[in-house]
């Protein structure tokens, strides 16, 4: 038998009841058709998102050193088992920006399929990192010639 203290502390988390794992799952299944219905996120800004991921990764789960699937998944970066993991400034603004611009985009199939406006990236300096592969899923509208 389970002693009581360690019940109580024990999390308690929304959904885990039948009920909750199903209308989780009809919401990841709507999610998803919505996030894979639309044009591919172009490799640069899909590559930056998982890189994020994979670093964020192993600094909250392997006291920010590298481990085995680190070094598989980001052999480029040429970090050796069990070394410190560190990015340095202009690693970290494009990674951030690329998140941002996978979020646009998500966010644009989900506008697109429910009849809404897109958002654009038009406010970005034209030299911002990624602006042209977003570009490439969701083209600027050609500029107006007023008169």
């Given amino acids: 038998m389970v002693p009581l203290s360690r019940l109580q502390r024990a999390p308690r988390h929304r959904g885990h009841g039948l009920r909750g794992r199903l209308a989780c799952n009809r919401h990841k299944a709507s999610c998803s058709s ?3 219905s639309a044009s591919q996120v172009p490799r640069d800004i899909k590559d930056g998102v998982f890189l994020a991921q994979r670093i964020r990764h192993v ?8 481990d085995t699937d680190f070094l598989t998944w980001a052999s480029h970066l040429e970090f050796q088992l069990d070394e410190k993991v560190t990015i340095g400034v202009e690693d970290t603004g494009k990674y951030l920006v690329g ?9 644009n199939r989900w506008r697109e399929k429910n009849g809404f406006a897109l958002l654009t990236l038009e406010d970005l300096p034209t030299t911002a990192p990624l602006r042209e592969a977003f570009g490439s899923v969701y083209p600027a ?7």
């Avoid at 998140?99 to 966010?107: K, L, P, Q, R």
């Avoid at 509208?141 to 008169?147: D, I, L, Q, R």
């Fill in 34 to 36: 919505t996030l894979t």
């Fill in 59 to 66: 600094w909250a789960h392997h006291a920010g050193r590298a």
């Fill in 141 to 147: 509208p050609p500029a107006s010639t007023a008169n």
């Fill in 99 to 107: 998140i941002f611009i996978y979020g646009v985009i998500i966010a």
